[in-house]
C-alpha cells in the first residue's frame, strides 16, 4: 500500500466562498479536494498524474459549483431558516 507523499494544504476564496485545498500524493496519481470552509462541507475531488493537473481540474469544478450558490437572506416571514 503506497504512502501518503507531497501533502500541502492552503486556504483561498472560490467565487465569494473560503474554501481549503488539500492536495497529496498516492503512489504516481496526485489527489485533490477542495472543502468548503463554511460552513464545512467537501465540494470537489479531482485526480492527476501531476500536481498542477489534480488542483486545477478540482479548483474548476468547485468554483463553478460555488459560483451557483445563492447568498442572499431567505424571504421575509420564511420559519423554515432558524434565526429569520
Known amino acids: ?3 501518503v507523499e507531497e501533502y ?3 486556504k483561498t476564496e472560490l467565487a465569494g466562498w473560503p474554501v481549503n485545498i488539500v492536495t497529496y500524493r498516492l ?3 496526485y489527489h485533490t479536494s477542495v472543502e468548503n470552509t ?3 462541507a467537501w ?3 479531482a ?3 501531476t500536481k498542477q493537473v489534480a488542483e486545477a481540474k478540482a479548483l ?3 468554483e463553478a459549483l460555488l459560483a451557483k ?3 442572499a437572506k431567505p424571504p421575509t416571514g420564511c420559519t423554515s431558516v432558524p434565526g429569520f
Open 1 to 3: 500500500m503506497p504512502n
Open 8 to 10: 500541502s494544504q492552503r
Open 27 to 29: 503512489g504516481t496519481v
Open 38 to 40: 463554511d460552513p464545512g
Open 43 to 45: 465540494v470537489v475531488k
Open 47 to 49: 485526480e492527476g498524474s
Open 60 to 62: 474548476k469544478d468547485a
Open 69 to 71: 450558490i445563492k447568498t
